[in-house]
């Protein structure tokens, strides 16, 4: 009953979220709640999005029972949930509807006459905060939906009007494929999630089938510095716009990069051969500028001002876990970044080496068996520009541990390559390390989509706290 069209039906009114503290699901909820549904849901353990959740009267349960579903009528789900899960096969049981979460994602989609899904391997999250920001300058009142938290929305998602609706779309299970975009980025296309993909090839098929969603009055806005995107885009019906910072005939690039102490860009803004505007970025690395470029051409397309585009980009300074300055303590400073994946590794350590720091150590967490299985090669060739790497643990999220990989495998293969990497696995014995070994000046950046952002905050409860400041 996943084809079930939701917000068409007047027989739903009570709607439950299994796992409704992650980032997605929890944003679904908050704008189900407001279109006026009655809103309960169910996760494993309390956290801030959950507490978050219960203040704004959703009524929240630790743990998933049969009971939790009583008296609903539409039952939401995440691909990491299970067939055993005991609410998933209740409402089965009892015939009540279920859907997938990113059948629910796509039918809101198609609400909105104006959907905005910003899709590739990485940089989805910081893409999308930038074109909300840029959008809410221009007043255009958009509803958002981020797969990360934004201060200036107060979380991850934003109520807002019913013509414009800006959202992730990620390509995991092909779940990009319910959404019904008007207007689509493609930011890169690379091997990732090999768990569901067999290889690039079916990842390529995999974006261009979402590029063919988009409506031929509709757009794409395309990086073709990426050779995967570029060799997509020519066989799309629809209006391409492209953008890049190496290629030449891009609708859009930068010219004149020039990075300050923190690492962060000013840029000439470039439509069609022309200088337009200078951009001064609050987020590091060139890879932002790439995203930032994507904003701007996504905007443009979509009727905002170069003015708006402007302030938009430059009020922008992250979103969590995003290169988040957590703390400096000792005059050491304390980042934490959600890279997983060796493409956004080295983006972020050559990001961190553009600043002004001594030395730059690095605390990485693998997430998932598969994806460091299957891109250990890759891994192994992340991180030159790490002066010290701390391995730790893989996080196995969605996946069970068969015993064909471990962190230590992966030091191995670091140090054939740059010779500086060791594997701890406690936490604390991390903690322990860093503090007998950083000194003032350095930069200590933990890495990861699992939960080693904690080993940033250890350190710095540590020590006595001192006030932010750039080194």
Sequence with gaps: MENI???????????????????????LAEILKNLGYNISGSDMKSSDITEKLKKDGINIYIGHREENIENCDLVVYTAAVKENNPELKKAKQLGIPTIERAVLLGQITKKYPYSIA??????????????????????LNPTIHIGGELDAIGGNTRIGGNEYFITEACEYVESFLKLHPYLAVILNIEADHLDYFKDINHIKQAFLKFMNLVPEDGYIIACIDDPNVSSLVCQSSCNVVTYGIKSENADWTARNIKFDVSGCASFDLVQNGNIITTIKLKVPGIHNVSNSLAAAAACHTLGCGINNIVTGLESFSGTHRRFEVKGVVDNIKIVDDYAHHPSEIKATLKAAKSSSHSKIWCVFQPHTYTRTKLLLDD???????ADKVIVTDIYSAREIDTGEIHSSILTKEINKKSNNAIYKSDFTDIVEYLKENASPGDLILTMGAGDVYRIGEMFLKEKTLKPLVEI
């Design 5 to 27: 069209n939701l917000l068409d039906s007047k027989n739903i009114k009570n709607v439950h979220f299994i796992g409704i503290g992650g980032i997605s699901m929890s944003g």
């Design 379 to 385: 891994f192994s060739e992340a991180f030159f520009d």
């Design 118 to 139: 910003i899709s590739g391997t990485h940089g989805k999250t910081t893409t999308t905060s930038m074109i909300s920001m840029i959008m809410l300058e221009a007043n």
